[in-house]
């Protein structure tokens, strides 16, 4: 549960910080660049601050999946 919640508020700041640089004001660009950054030292250390926040909020980590 914890994969798909990242990936959801991951893509969410990146399309909401897209909008806001293209609408807004160009200074939004960097909130995109740190996502990537973050997702890039995820990938990297396998270590992530939101999975942090979420352990500490009580949600469930991620399981094996049942193939039968």
Do not use: E, P
Request: aromatic letters at 14%; proline letters at 0%; hydrophobic letters at 55%.
């Amino acid at each position: 549960m914890q994969t798909r919640i990242v990936h959801a508020i991951a893509g969410t700041f990146i399309v909401v910080s897209l909008l806001l640089g293209i609408y807004v004001n160009q200074n939004w660009f960097w909130l995109t660049g740190f996502v990537g950054v973050n997702m890039w030292i995820h990938a990297l250390t396998d270590w992530c601050l939101m999975y942090v926040v979420l352990n500490k909020l009580g949600v469930k980590k991620d399981g094996a999946k049942c193939s039968g």
